[in-house]
């Protein structure tokens, strides 16, 4: 059976990733193509456990250890869900990825710092998975904002934090595609391939 396809979705909060999502996998499905969606993160039960953490827990946690459940969520992510389904020749669509860890706790709590997007960048290489292709979406942050609201949903560690922040994360999605198409396209190819991109 032919290896599947791995898509991520990736963007600030509020900016219809879940939305999106949906909308790929029903137009996936009609073509015949068995999908999978999940997230991040999250996706396995031992991730979802983890999600809670990173998201709701009582106590924050430092930068580093914030990173490594990250890390450790999406690693059993992988090897109970995502991998398994590409073995199978599914197409996996994922709300997120590893470029949030990158934007969120690489640009946005660590302003950019080099040592901690080398930190990220290696843990990531260390899980050998990246996606085929990724899909970066954007929306005026007032308009996330209303979206945000409109949720009606608990209110998320991430989503507390100020405006600053925000700013850095969308700035920080911003250079990751930078520096993986030369030029702000609101998609990338991953992994140095060199991948057709609808936008």
Known sequence: MAKGLFVTLEGSEGVGKSTQLRLLQSALASLGHDVLTTR???GSPGAEDLR???LFGKNPLSLRAEILTHFAARADHLDNMI???LARGQIVVCDRFTDSTMAY??????????DVLDLIARLQNQLGQDPDVTFLLEAPRNVARLRLAARGAPVDRYEQSDEAFHARVSAGFREIARQNTGAFAGCRPTNSQQKRLIA
């Open 83 to 85: 991998t398994p389904a």
């Open 105 to 114: 706790q690489g640009y946005g709590r660590a302003e950019g710092d080099p």
């Open 52 to 54: 809670q953490l990173l």
């Open 40 to 42: 991040e993160p999250g």
